[in-house]
């Protein structure tokens, strides 16, 4: 697919705003000042003027809805940029969910907050250090909920949980109160310095949604295809920073692009990054039109990106030699994010492995 | 209702009632292909006459002019065909090197009257064609080719030798690359002719492949007149035509994978061979492998159709064809890789009636061929690096 004019607008726009305001070295001053949110405020709150925090939020609530190719635009370009804000688990993964399986009261409380950027919502759905959400071991009885949970994007600094969780023979999400009592929140700073979190639950109360299993399937569904896109922009940034530099190092009194060891590597990564964008893009779009096969596309797609996000980040780590394997250079993020982003949501054996079920073999 | 719409409605009526029962069946295996030509046996009446029915439509070249024998479709109706003959798994009337290779560069760069001269009996299934461009010499180095042509004032005579020519032996015509200025530098002496193989000097020779099969011939001009106004495009202007006709030959690469898992499933046939348990297939090896190609595939062809896109909104193809063909073919031999991992010791049997004679094996030793024929896929990569992405030369 191609995309349209307005889309077209949307990506340029965004792509200056990030460059502008959220670039790799925002993302090294967090790590090094040890910032207690974690996240780029500046950047996320001119995301929130922009109108992007609510581009998955329905207008009735104050948002642009947008649908999922434009969250995945936005997300293409912080994939780029390495750009920290909670866009993933609150504009897309909160908002996915609340409108997907939200009471009304729930949607009217919560997603104008989202479009607004007043709170932050965390998503908590790992309880072991694998994703598998058909296998969940945190459960509800009587209206409370108990477990432990990893990776929680986003969770020291949330103002709502959306817990993933056992009733009965169902599996549903859950809203809880970061602050109620029985939760105990530690903040898990990761190898991409983003903010992750474990979180336990001892018998705190859990609100039911109107349908807490279309919301864990819509998020895990809007999160998947969007990271898709965001380890795609990756990707790119990753591959043509190499290629820039197989355009300026000189060894042997010769670029070493002219080297065809390097040459046909660089070909092949351009290849898979460009499969890994359009696959992404295409599997965006299915979403949107509620395609039939929107599900399969969305696995495949992480799955896709989160490999080549990760070979763009090794490849791009050894072109660069030595100088690669430095803290001083950016290089070295785009290999942790991919690492870190392929994880989250299910990696691409997970992917596959479902992928391969829904196709019946 | 909208004139496709319309279109839909005609084309689907004319297929139900032309398309006869047994061209209704997909392919058994590529021997069912009707090729056209003089020498052609047709397997059955129903070829026949669907190939004529066909081509009486002009729907042999369904995208050509009408004036030329084709069916003047807009891209949108060719695909409206595309779709309705796919409903109703009607076969592809006749198809050979002339629909592919040598029509698209006629109507590119022939004169007025080669392209009625060669393009009507192509659409009516009449001339088979081949391609003369290898040499023993001149392989990935297609432009270094020594088959030359003497200007011999009313007439050029062709000496010299081609290999890998695609059914040389079956073919009527070839359309051929040969050198008519030896003083110029590689690229720019070459001429694209055409002359019939029954021309007194050509001789061909078939090459038995790995497969068992001789699909290429070796073939051989020795004083080979041919009439001067049979140049395509510009005297030692050859080139352009070949690089286009390269480029449009890697364009149609990636869509179904070629022969006998077309429109098959990998999934589902090796279940068939290694069996299921708990609904998972029972080699969660071979089942990753197939999730993992699937997934690559599906990818190749989002990209597929985003390069379609681009190149319909004006911005060209190009080089992306060497993308494509890398990606296509590679893509390719892994599915075949994949088949014979499923098939087990079935897929090994070389002449059985159980297996075709030994198709499955065949067919995976004959796609070994993909990432070398057309452009070898190292001299793709060579093109991505040199013109998408400007890594400099040695």
């Known amino acids: 697919m191609k995309l349209n004019d307005e889309q077209q607008m949307l990506q340029d726009s965004v792509a200056r705003l990030m460059a502008d305001k959220g670039p790799v070295s925002h993302l090294r001053q967090l790590r090094d000042e040890h910032n207690d949110k974690g996240y780029d405020e500046p950047l996320w709150q001119a995301m929130v003027e922009a109108g992007l925090t609510g581009i998955l939020v329905p207008e009735e609530h104050g948002g642009i809805g947008f649908g999922l190719v434009g969250a995945g635009l936005v997300a293409r370009e912080i994939g780029r940029n390495l750009s920290v804000t909670p866009f993933l688990s609150t504009a897309v993964l909160g908002a996915a969910a609340l409108s997907a399986g939200g009471s009304d009261e729930q949607k009217a409380k919560w997603l104008p907050a989202i479009a607004e950027g007043t709170s932050i919502i965390a998503l908590a759905v790992d309880d072991g250090a694998k994703h598998r959400p058909e296998r969940l071991r945190a459960r509800v009885e009587g209206g409370t909920l108990s477990g432990e949970k990893r990776l929680v994007l986003d969770g020291h600094v949330a103002d709502l949980l959306l817990v993933a969780a056992g009733e009965g023979d169902q599996a549903a999400l859950y809203l809880v109160d970061p602050k109620a009592d029985g939760v105990t929140i530690e903040r898990t700073v990761m190898a991409d310095s983003r903010n992750a979190a474990r979180v336990r639950f001892d018998q705190v109360p859990a609100e039911a949604m109107a349908d807490g299993a279309a919301a864990l399937a819509a998020a895990l569904r809007a999160g998947r295809a969007v990271l898709a896109a965001e380890l795609s922009g990756l990707a790119l940034e990753a591959f043509e920073r190499t290629l820039g530099y197989l355009k300026e190092r000189k060894q042997f009194g010769r670029l070493i692009g002219t080297f065809q060891a390097l040459q046909h590597r660089a070909a092949q990564l351009s290849g898979e990054v460009a499969m890994s964008e359009a696959l992404a893009l295409q599997a965006l779009n299915a979403c949107d039109q509620d395609a039939e096969d929107a599900d399969q596309q969305v696995l495949a797609a992480k799955a896709k990106a989160s490999r080549v996000a990760l070979l763009a980040g090794q490849e791009a780590v050894q072109m660069h030699g030595g100088i690669g394997m430095t803290d001083e250079f950016d290089i070295g993020f785009f290999l942790k994010r991919a690492r870190a982003g392929g994880e989250t949501l299910g990696d691409a054996n997970y992917c596959a492995d479902r992928f391969a079920a829904l196709r019946g073999y | ?394």
Not at chain 2, 259 to 277: C, D, S
Not at chain 2, 316 to 345: C, F, H, I, P, W
Not at chain 2, 365 to 389: A, P
Request: aromatic share 10%; charged share 25%.
């Open chain 2, 1 to 394: 209702m909208s004139d496709l719409e319309q279109f839909r409605a005609e084309t689907r009526a004319w297929l139900d009632a032309n398309c006869p029962e047994e061209m209704r069946q997909p392919l058994k295996s590529q021997a069912d292909h009707c090729w056209g030509g003089r020498k052609w046996q047709f397997q059955s009446e129903a070829q026949k006459v669907w190939m004529e029915r066909m081509a009486e439509k002009g729907w042999t070249a369904p995208q050509w002019p009408k004036e030329y024998g084709g069916g003047g479709l807009s891209q949108e109706q060719a695909e409206i065909l595309a779709e309705e003959m796919k409903r109703i798994n009607a076969r592809t009337p006749v198809s050979n090197f002339g629909f592919w290779m040598l029509g698209p560069a006629l109507l590119k760069f022939g004169s007025e009257e080669l392209k009625r001269e060669h393009l009507p009996p192509i659409c009516r299934g009449e001339i088979r064609w081949c391609q003369g461009y290898s040499e023993p010499n001149a392989g990935s180095d297609l432009a270094s080719l020594q088959t030359r042509a003497e200007d011999k004032g009313d007439h050029f005579v062709v000496n010299g030798q081609k290999i890998w020519t695609s059914y040389a032996d079956k073919a009527d015509w070839i359309f051929c690359l040969v050198r008519t200025d030896p003083q110029a530098t590689k690229h720019n002496g070459i001429s694209f002719v055409l002359f019939d193989m029954e021309n007194e000097g050509v001789s061909t020779r078939p090459i038995e492949l790995i497969s068992g099969e001789s699909p290429f011939c070796e073939t051989f001009f020795d004083d080979v007149k041919v009439d001067k106004h049979q140049v395509v495009g510009e005297l030692n202007r050859g080139w352009d035509v070949a690089k286009y006709l390269l480029t449009h030959e890697r364009n149609n690469i990636g869509g179904e994978p070629p022969g006998f898992l077309k429109g098959r499933a990998l999934g589902p046939l090796a279940a068939e061979y290694v069996g299921t348990e708990h609904g998972k297939l029972a080699d969660a090896g071979l089942r990753a492998d197939i999730a993992n190609l699937e997934i690559d595939h599906m990818a190749f062809q989002a990209l597929v159709g985003k390069i379609r896109a681009e190149a319909e909104a004006g911005q060209g193809v190009g080089a992306q064809s060497a993308v494509l063909k890398y990606y296509g073919t590679e893509l390719n031999k892994r599915r075949y890789e994949l088949m014979m991992d499923a098939l087990g010791s079935e897929g090994l049997e070389w002449d059985s009636e159980r297996t075709l004679g030994g198709l499955f094996a065949r067919e995976w030793l004959r796609s070994k061929g993909n990432s070398i024929e057309g452009g070898t896929s190292e001299v793709m990569l060579g093109i991505v690096s040199k013109r998408l992405l400007g890594l400099p030369d040695a």
